[in-house]
């Protein structure tokens, strides 16, 4: 697969969990996005999302790792700075605090997209 491919897949799974965030803990706010600008509005959300977690995760990679590491450690350590950065790039950028209508409903655990 290619870098690009790659870049569209990340970007659209954080503009759908985005989405689906929104729909269930924020709706109002969601309300004020006219309806036809909704896709585009998540997709640039998404692309955000992405283009800060390969930030972060580099920067977390490189805190970690040292060059005499051996490369399963290196992939370890990526993985679990893949992961970092996804739970800090969305919880700034996607998970905001629930409306107070919706304080009942539980937070997603998880980073899958459905």
Excluded: C, H
């Amino acid at each position: 697969m290619s870098q690009a491919s790659n870049e569209v897949e990340s970007t659209m799974k954080y503009a759908s969990m985005a989405s689906r965030y929104w729909a269930t803990y924020l709706p109002s706010r969601l309300e004020t996005i006219p309806v036809a600008e909704r896709q585009a509005f998540f997709t640039d959300l998404g692309r955000q999302v992405a283009e800060m977690v390969d930030y972060l995760a580099q920067d977390n990679l490189r805190a970690s790792s040292r060059p005499s590491d051996p490369p399963e450690l290196t992939q370890r350590r990526a993985r679990m700075a893949q992961l970092r950065a996804e739970q800090e790039a969305l919880a700034e950028l996607v998970y905001l605090p629930k409306e107070t209508s919706m304080l009942a409903r539980e937070t997603p655990t998880t980073l899958t997209a459905a």
